[in-house]
C-alpha cells in the first residue's frame, strides 16, 4: 500500500512526494532503545524510492527463488546510520 500524493506546480513542475508515516510519535515514560529514532530514518529512506532504485540497478538474485537486493541493502544502510561497522 503506497501512500503518497504528487502535487503539482502550476508551470507543470512536479513537487516534492510526502509520505504518511504508518506509525504515531508518542511520549512515554517507557523504557525504549536508543536507535528508536531509525524508523523516521528508514521511512525517509521508503520515501525516497531507493528500495526501487536498488532493485532496478543491481543483479537480480540467481536462483529466481532468492531474495531483492533491497532485503540486503536497506538493513546495511540503516545498521550503519544507526552506528554500526
Do not use: C
Not at 501512500?3 to 511520549?27: C, D, I, N, S, W
Not at 529514532?37 to 532468492?66: D, I, Q, T, Y
Amino acid at each position: 500500500m503506497e501512500l503518497t500524493t504528487t502535487t503539482y506546480h502550476q508551470r507543470g513542475e512536479a513537487m516534492m512526494t510526502q509520505t504518511v508515516l504508518p506509525f504515531k510519535l508518542e511520549v512515554t515514560n517507557e523504557t525504549i532503545t536508543a536507535h528508536a529514532g531509525l524508523v523516521v530514518f528508514g521511512e525517509f529512506v521508503h520515501g525516497l524510492g531507493l528500495n526501487a532504485l536498488v532493485n532496478r540497478n543491481l543483479p537480480k538474485p540467481g536462483s529466481g527463488a532468492g531474495y531483492a537486493p533491497s532485503a540486503f541493502i536497506e538493513p546495511l544502510i540503516l545498521m550503519l546510520h544507526g552506528g554500526g561497522r
